[in-house]
C-alpha cells in the first residue's frame, strides 16, 4: 500500500495558525485543556497535537471542540 504524501509547508503552516486560534479561543473562555477533553470526549494527546499544529482534525472533532468550548465552529479556524 503506498504511503501518503506529506503535507506541503503551506499546509503545515496553516494547521499550526488553526491550532493556536483553537488555544486562543479555550483560553479566552477560560478553559483548560483538560476541561475541553472532558466536555468533548478527546483524549488529551490527541487534542494537545491538534493545538500544537501536529494533527489534522477531522470536521467532526472541531465541532466536538466548539460544542465543549461554547462557541461557533468558525471561531476556531478564523
Given at each position: 500500500m503506498p504511503r501518503p504524501t506529506?503535507?506541503?509547508?503551506?499546509?503545515?503552516?496553516?494547521?499550526?495558525?488553526v491550532g493556536e486560534q483553537i488555544r486562543r479561543v479555550r483560553e479566552d473562555h477560560n478553559f483548560t485543556q483538560q476541561d475541553v477533553c472532558g466536555r468533548s470526549g478527546i483524549d488529551i494527546a490527541t487534542y494537545s497535537r491538534i493545538e500544537q499544529g501536529h494533527a489534522s482534525?477531522?470536521?467532526d472533532t472541531l465541532i466536538r471542540i466548539a460544542d465543549a468550548i461554547g462557541c461557533e465552529l468558525a471561531d476556531l479556524v478564523r
Amino acid at each position: 500500500m503506498p504511503r501518503p504524501t506529506p503535507p506541503d509547508d503551506r499546509v503545515i503552516v496553516r494547521r499550526r495558525q488553526v491550532g493556536e486560534q483553537i488555544r486562543r479561543v479555550r483560553e479566552d473562555h477560560n478553559f483548560t485543556q483538560q476541561d475541553v477533553c472532558g466536555r468533548s470526549g478527546i483524549d488529551i494527546a490527541t487534542y494537545s497535537r491538534i493545538e500544537q499544529g501536529h494533527a489534522s482534525p477531522l470536521l467532526d472533532t472541531l465541532i466536538r471542540i466548539a460544542d465543549a468550548i461554547g462557541c461557533e465552529l468558525a471561531d476556531l479556524v478564523r
